[in-house]
């Protein structure tokens, strides 16, 4: 079966301080890959999404960026975190050919 | 923006069927319709998909109409742990197969 690991959960930084997030997928290949970010009291906002080792495509302009190193590993980082980049992150993945979305447990991010 | 229009919540008795309506007169022909469901603090849950007919799993049924402007997602026995935020989503299977998530409706299962 498949399973998607997201860490950490929660996560407490400064502004100015450098992010990276995790996300890996295991028991399938070739995934579709997402980065979603959910304010507090909001909706889910597509960040990223991936079809591939090193393809990576940007849905809104932030101060996040997103790399896929491996096949199935996304990578969520930033330089300089802003007040602004709080929120509820969520990692997803999809079959390639797929319909359905598979979420994470999510970080919870505080940029204080 | 969302293509979808639901209601911003709704109530139901434990025990009984709850049905969530969404309108989504612009939807195009090669446009699936998405149900997912978020529980408090978790992440989204797919729950089904439909393009035409309707369809029915282990955790729901969904009813498109024939002009396929509107459905409805219905849980046949609602329980507690029901309760949650129910997103109505329409997209294509192209490139990346996207969802844009609107605001949902919340549902409230009551005992």
């Known amino acids: 079966s498949q399973t998607i690991h997201q860490w950490p959960a929660t996560l407490v930084q400064p502004v100015g301080s450098p992010l990276s997030l995790e996300c890996t997928v295991e028991?399938?290949?070739?995934?579709?890959l997402y980065w979603y970010r959910q304010a507090a009291g909001r909706g889910l906002q597509l960040l990223f999404y991936?079809?591939?080792?090193?393809?990576i495509s940007s849905e809104v302009p932030q101060n996040l960026s997103a790399s896929r190193p491996q096949d199935r590993q996304f990578i969520l980082s930033s330089k300089k975190l802003l007040l602004s980049d709080s929120g509820f992150y969520l990692c997803?993945?999809?079959?390639?050919?797929?319909?359905?979305?598979?979420f994470g447990a999510g970080t919870r991010l505080s940029v204080l | 923006d969302a293509k979808t229009t639901q209601p911003t919540s709704m109530d139901c008795a434990e025990g009984r069927a709850a049905n969530l309506p969404c309108n989504h007169s612009?939807?195009?022909?090669?446009?699936?319709v998405y149900w997912y469901r978020q529980i408090h603090s978790q992440g989204p849950q797919y729950i089904i998909h439909g393009l035409k007919n309707n369809e029915t799993n282990e955790m729901a049924s969904l009813i498109i109409t024939e002009d396929r402007k509107s459905s409805t997602l219905i849980l046949p026995h609602a329980t507690l742990r029901d309760t949650a935020v129910y997103y109505c989503i329409v997209g294509s299977m192209e490139y990346g197969n996207k969802l844009v998530f609107g605001a949902g409706t919340i549902l409230r299962v009551k005992s």
């Open positions: 028991g399938t290949s070739n995934p579709n």
């Open positions: 991936s079809v591939g080792i090193g393809q």
């Open positions: 612009t939807i195009s022909g090669n446009e699936y």
């Open positions: 997803a993945w999809s079959r390639s050919s797929g319909v359905a979305q598979y």
